[in-house]
C-alpha cells in the first residue's frame, strides 16, 4: 500500500467546507486503489491571526515540510489585510519549497455552462512562473504622507527563473498538440520582458517537436476571451499567468471549479495544491460553495505523488456529476455542497478507473501535474 503524508490547511470562509468535502472523495479514491493517505490538520490562517498575530506559527514551515503534499482551501478574510494573509502564509510556502510552477488547467466540462455563444471545446494548461516576476519582495515606500510619497516595486526575472518555467512548459506541450504559447509585453516593458522572450526562445530550441509563439498579453487576452480553443499550453510569468488562468476559467464557466497545483517539480520538497477561488466569506457556512475546485485540485495532487489512474477515477468522477446536472447553483445547479459531494462519492463507485463511465461516455479528462 502506497502512504502519503499529506499536510492539510482548510484556511478561511468557504475553504473549511471544500476541503473536507474533497477529503471524503480523497478517502474513497484512496481506498478503491489501495493508497494510505494520511491527513493532518492544521488550523491556520485568518482565524489563527486574529488569536496570534500571524498566519502560521513560526515553524509553521518547518511543520510542513515533513509532507509529501500541502492541501488548501482557501486564504482571506475581511479582518486580516490581504498583504498579511497572503504574504503570511501562501507565498512563504511557495517560496521556501521552491514550487517555481503554477500549473492551473482551463477545461470546458458539459454540465458548467460558458458564456461564450460558440461550443468548441476547451482545453489549455497555463504554466505560470510562480517564484519570482512581478511578485518580488524587492521594493519599498518612501515619504510616507507627504504629497510626493512614493512607492517602487521591482520586477525579477533570472535566467534560471524563466529557463525552468520554460522547460515545464515545453514539456508538457510535447507530450500534447506541441503548441506552446507566450506571454509576453516586450513592445512596451523595455528590459524584463524581451529578457523573457529571449531566454523562453533559447529554452524552447531544445524541444524540436513545440512550435513557439511569442503573443502581446493584451492580444492574447482578447485572444483567450475570441478563440479560446486554439490554444494548448500557455507559459506566463507571475503576474500576467495569474491573470489569464482567471480569464480561463472565467470563460469556460465559473471560476469556481478551477483547480491548481503549486509544483517542485524535483520532489524535493512538499508541492502545494488548491482550487483558485478564494475564500468568497459572502456564502461561507450557507453550504453553496463549489468544492470542485477542490476536488479536481486533490486529482491533480494524486497526479503528482505517482497515482495517475486514482487522479483518473476521481476527475471522470465529478465531471459525470457535472454532466448529469447535479452541479452547485453557481453553475446552474440544484445541488449544496453536501449534495454535489454525495453524488460525487456515488460516482466514484460506478465509474471505471481506466475508462468511460459503464453507462454514457465521460470526456478525456485535463491533463493534471505530471509527477515529480
Do not use: C
Amino acid at each position: 500500500m502506497s502512504i502519503h503524508r499529506i499536510a492539510v490547511i482548510a484556511g478561511d470562509g468557504i475553504g473549511k467546507e471544500v476541503v473536507p468535502a474533497a477529503i471524503e472523495t480523497l478517502e474513497r479514491i484512496a481506498e478503491l486503489h489501495s493508497l494510505d493517505l494520511q491527513f493532518t490538520h492544521f488550523d491556520w490562517g485568518s482565524d489563527y491571526y486574529l488569536r496570534h498575530g500571524r498566519m502560521m506559527p513560526e515553524d509553521g514551515l518547518k511543520q510542513l515540510a515533513a509532507h509529501e503534499a500541502i492541501f488548501l482551501g482557501a486564504v482571506g478574510s475581511p479582518e486580516v489585510p490581504d498583504a498579511e494573509s497572503l504574504w503570511g502564509l501562501l507565498i512563504p510556502i511557495r517560496r521556501e519549497f521552491q514550487q517555481y510552477i503554477n500549473l492551473r488547467p482551463v477545461k470546458t466540462l458539459d454540465g458548467v455552462k460558458s458564456p461564450l455563444a460558440d461550443k468548441e471545446p476547451i482545453d489549455i494548461l497555463i504554466v505560470r512562473e510562480n517564484n519570482e516576476g512581478e511578485y518580488s519582495e524587492v521594493g519599498g515606500r518612501a515619504y510616507r504622507g507627504l504629497p510626493h510619497e512614493t512607492a517602487v516595486q521591482e520586477t525579477i526575472f533570472t535566467r534560471l527563473g524563466v529557463s525552468r518555467a520554460a522547460h515545464y512548459a515545453a514539456s508538457l506541450a510535447s507530450s500534447r498538440k506541441g503548441h506552446l504559447t507566450s506571454a509576453t509585453k516586450s513592445n512596451g516593458i523595455i528590459h524584463t520582458m524581451p529578457f523573457w522572450d529571449e531566454v523562453v526562445e533559447e529554452t524552447i530550441s531544445l524541444y524540436p517537436d513545440v512550435t513557439l509563439t511569442s503573443e502581446l498579453v493584451d492580444a492574447l487576452a482578447a485572444h483567450l476571451v475570441l478563440k479560446p480553443w486554439t490554444f494548448d499550453v500557455i507559459v506566463a510569468s507571475n503576474l500576467l499567468g495569474d491573470i489569464l488562468s482567471d480569464l480561463g476559467s472565467s470563460v469556460t464557466g465559473s471560476i469556481g471549479v478551477a483547480p491548481s497545483a503549486n509544483l517542485n517539480p524535483e520532489g524535493d520538497f512538499p508541492s502545494l495544491f488548491e482550487p483558485v477561488h478564494g475564500s468568497a466569506p459572502d456564502i461561507a457556512g450557507k453550504g453553496l460553495a463549489n468544492p470542485v475546485g477542490q476536488i479536481w485540485s486533490g486529482a491533480m495532487m494524486l497526479q503528482h505523488l505517482g497515482h495517475p489512474q486514482a487522479a483518473e477515477h476521481l476527475q471522470l468522477a465529478f465531471e459525470s456529476v457535472l454532466r448529469e446536472g447535479l452541479g452547485t447553483r453557481d453553475v446552474g445547479g440544484p445541488s449544496s455542497t453536501s449534495e454535489f459531494t454525495a453524488a460525487v462519492l456515488a460516482a466514484i463507485d460506478v465509474v471505471d478507473a481506466v475508462g468511460p463511465l459503464h453507462a454514457g461516455t465521460a470526456g478525456k479528462p485535463a491533463a493534471a501535474a505530471p509527477s515529480s
